[in-house]
C-alpha cells in the first residue's frame, strides 16, 4: 500500500480529498461530496478541523 500524500494534479484547495482518493482508490469527486456532506451536518467540528490538521500533516506528493 502506498503512503497517503496531498494529491499534486487532483485538487480543489489543498489536494487532500484528491490524495484519500488515489489512496483509496476511488473517484475524488465521491471523496469530495462525502466529506462536504459529513462537514455540512456535523459543523466545523471535526471535519473541518480534521481537514487543518491533514494540510499540516500530510505531505505533498512527489513531482516525478
Same mark, same amino acid.
Given at each position: ?12 484547495? @489543498?489536494?487532500?480529498? %484528491?490524495? +484519500? ?10 471523496? $469530495? !461530496? ?9 459543523? @466545523?467540528?471535526?471535519? %473541518?478541523? +480534521? ?10 506528493? $512527489? !513531482?516525478?
Amino acid at each position: 500500500m502506498t503512503r497517503l500524500r496531498r494529491s499534486r494534479t487532483d485538487r480543489k484547495i @489543498f489536494g487532500i480529498c %484528491g490524495g +484519500l482518493a488515489k489512496w483509496w482508490n476511488v473517484d475524488s469527486t465521491l471523496v $469530495r !461530496v462525502v466529506f462536504v456532506l459529513l462537514l455540512i451536518f456535523t459543523g @466545523f467540528f471535526p471535519f %473541518g478541523l +480534521l481537514y487543518l490538521i491533514m494540510v499540516l500533516v500530510v505531505p505533498k506528493e $512527489r !513531482v516525478g
